[in-house]
């Protein structure tokens, strides 16, 4: 019989299984086809709650280290953000390995569609960094499992403007508890990263008068962001030395960490990123020492989960996810106030809640029943 004791010790040597087990993963599918050059990776982090939907971020990793890394940090936050947002989904994520400007192609998109449909349901994909509706279209040429469609298919489009929402009001909610308002006029705001989310983050500050710096590492967009909104371009590399009330990262994660929250005279941090914290309780704990409300990621960014779900739910309605995402502000508050009272981090009142609905559920014992 191989007892759990066993299979550790017989993988204690190998760095992806110890870190699945760590992190409590399920399943992590590695994913190989020569043909069309497809290197990727899913992970199934947790199935209690629904299965694990999680989008797809093609990205240039320098090594397949730092993919795993990110495949299997990226899938666990999904599992906390459909948690915490009351949806009947688990947790997944994949990642393929490539320039999206450069290496995406119809046939690798159809490949990977059909390593998809080989888990046969379990996981659910839709978009990340890196891909778009379309590419949607031609994953789904080869599965059903996957959302986030585009709309003249009978799908819900580029969810990325329900995460804007979602992120609006969590850093309204923010506001509210650092200052007492919620209003964002007159505040200096950081979006780094002028994509499909920052954009659209960036028109709702612009309506509500703050003042929006932005930063991209891509000079194109930097331009069409400024050109479209009128918001001013920084640096992308030395942005922390300037000064601004409230940094929104909404490119990659990570970019909270030692150097950058020793830098940073922000009073919040809350974006749309997955991950934004490097190492997540360290930092957590740092950014109270220096009196800077976070934000958690997973709470704040949902809407898009919450948009693709009512997609797979059938009947889908913008309107209504949009409602369903403005609920983001009320749990904000509710986070941000017992970390306050409770002398805990953001994060970690966060993932209480979440893991307190996935035991509450898991502990009911009866199977999955497929209504969502
Ligand atoms: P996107 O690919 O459209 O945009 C990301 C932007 O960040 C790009 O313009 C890229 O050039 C820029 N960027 C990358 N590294 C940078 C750096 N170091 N400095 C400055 N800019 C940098 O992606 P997106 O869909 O807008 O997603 C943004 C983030 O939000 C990602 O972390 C994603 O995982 C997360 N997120 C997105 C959604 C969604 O609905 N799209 C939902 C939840 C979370």
Redesign the pocket.
Known sequence: MITEEIVKTETSNNPVLRTMFEMGHEEVLFCNDKATGLKAIIAVHNTTLGPALG?T?MWPYKNEAEAIEDVLR?SRGMTYKAAISGLNLGGGKAVIIGDARKDKTEALLRRFGKFVDDLGGKYITA????MTSKDMEYIHMHTNHVSGLPEHIGGSGN??P??AYGVYMGMKASAKHVYGHDSLEGKTILV???????QNLIGYLVKENAKVLV????ED?LKETVDQFGVEAVD?HNFFDLNFDIYAP????G?VNDASIAKMTCKIVAG???NQLKIEDVHAKALIEKGIVYAPDFLI?A???INVYSEIMGNYKREVAMQKTEHIYDVTIEILKKSASENMTTLQAAKNLAEKRISDIGNLNIPFSGRR
């Open positions: 989008g971020r990226l978009e990340d960094v890196g969810p990325s329900v995460t780094q990263g002028c994509g499909s989310v920052g930063t991209d590492i891509y967009k992308p909404c490119a990659l994660g970019t749309a990123a997955n960014n809407g898009g989960l």
